[in-house]
């Protein structure tokens, strides 16, 4: 058995990764034609309406709003769809804050349902289990271009006559069933931040079929201006989450490869997981029933009482080979954050937890999600990037099955 290179053996990657330029001539060009237009405000330049107009026929929706970040669309979203005072929202304990800035600043609490072990999705079963009548939405996050259940999630939801927002900011053309992630529940969040499929730097879109949705997302966006002409004054408190032409000239040049960025990237993660997934202690990821990643990192979990060593320590030792590796995802469940254990969300006092129209006792600690937890506690994550060669893939299943053929080997 090879000698492992933390203790003194040969790498197993000893060439770089293959790596390549994101931006280029092509985003170059659509800034140009954005700065010869002599205005860069969304409302009155042409590339947020190009690119507003090419997103929704990607996505075979009625519409796109443009925001000013992923996290943006979340909050217009949960806006939109009446999220309020008093209200609960329920989603996932694995997720980054952005999922839930806007659900607090609805003033609205967050309910967190557990996961399925092998998908890192939410379970229907946890999901209905959480349901009350001060439920007003589900805010589904498709973790790493996974999607989720979209069917049972959507059951749920016509059961008890509430909303559905997705976060598909780690899931561009992901699929589910033949339907796009997104494209299922009432309105799909995306982002166009430096570390996602496709980037502008910033910013973030909003798709729905719904007119009405549209309109009041269009309203909420651009503090409830109505730039239709109609004179109106502003009928409601929204944000400035304005994009600029700057940012929507980028977006559209990015579009244009996205379906090679994330067709390689399921290409890369499929051919990980068909590479260990008869190793011993090695859980790789589940790709839900008639669903379709397009990876945007890849995660497996490791069993220590068959390896016979730590998590972290695998991370050690496989980074040692050459495989950059992390050690789990976000560093605990998002309701274990001081601000939720401490109800902080505004200074100097505790709503919206206290909230009289809330007027419910609710409860942040660690066990809520025992699911979510153990993925957190368990996992190992890999980054998956579209430049990678096919030797680089290779690579990485290697350095994997060397590590976990020691460890199972000389268990002690």
């Known amino acids: 058995m090879s000698k492992l290179a933390i203790h003194g053996g040969e790498k197993v990657k000893t060439t770089p990764f293959g790596t390549g330029k994101r931006f280029g001539s092509e985003e170059l060009k659509e800034l140009t034609e954005a700065l010869e237009q002599q205005t860069l405000f969304y409302a009155r330049g042409q590339k947020t309406k190009k690119f507003r107009e090419k997103f929704a026929e990607r996505y075979g929706v009625k519409h796109c709003v443009m925001t000013s970040s992923g996290t943006a669309s979340l909050h217009a979203a949960l806006g939109a769809v009446g999220v309020t005072v008093g209200d609960e929202v329920v989603t996932s304990p694995i997720t980054d804050m952005g999922s839930v800035i806007g659900i607090l600043y609805q003033n609205a ?115 409830c201006y109505y730039r239709d002409g109609s004179g109106r004054n502003p009928t409601f408190l929204a944000p400035n989450y304005r994009i600029s032409e700057l940012q929507s000239a980028v977006a559209i040049a990015q579009l244009g490869k996205l379906d090679w960025i994330c067709e ?20 790789i990821p589940k790709i839900t029933d008639g669903g379709k990643s397009s990876y945007w990192f890849y995660m497996f979990r490791v069993d220590e009482e068959i390896l016979g060593i730590s998590r972290n320590d695998f991370a050690k030792v496989l980074s040692a080979e050459g495989i950059p590796a992390g050690a789990g995802y976000i560093p605990m469940c998002v309701y274990e954050y001081d601000i939720f254990k401490n109800k902080t969300a505004y200074a100097g006092g505790n709503c919206p937890f206290d909230c009289p129209k809330y ?54």
């Open 264 to 283: 390689r990237r399921n290409e890369i993660g499929d051919r990980i997981s068909e590479g260990i997934k008869d190793l011993p202690g090695i859980y």
């Open 109 to 223: 609490v967050p309910v967190f349902a557990d996961l399925k072990l092998d998908t890192y999705n939410l379970d229907p079963a946890s999901l209905e289990a959480c349901i009350t009548d001060k439920t007003k939405a589900i805010l589904v996050v498709h973790l790493a271009g996974n999607p989720c259940d979209m069917d049972a999630i959507m059951a749920i939801a016509q059961k008890h006559g509430i909303k559905v927002v997705e976060d598909c900011a780690q899931s561009y053309l992901s699929e589910y069933k033949g339907r796009l992630a997104g494209t299922i529940g009432d309105v799909g969040c995306f982002s166009l931040n430096d570390f996602k499929h496709i980037s502008a730097g910033d910013g973030g879109m909003v798709i729905t079929y719904d007119n009405e949705l549209a309109a009041r997302l269009a309203l909420f966006t651009d503090k």
């Open 359 to 412: 007027g419910r006792e609710i409860e942040y600690k660690k066990g809520l999600c025992p699911n979510a937890e153990e993925i957190l506690a368990t996992s190992i994550r890999l980054k998956c990037n579209e430049f990678f060669t096919d030797e680089d893939v290779e690579d990485i299943i290697k350095g994997i099955k060397k590590v976990s053929e020691y460890y199972s080997a000389n268990k002690k």
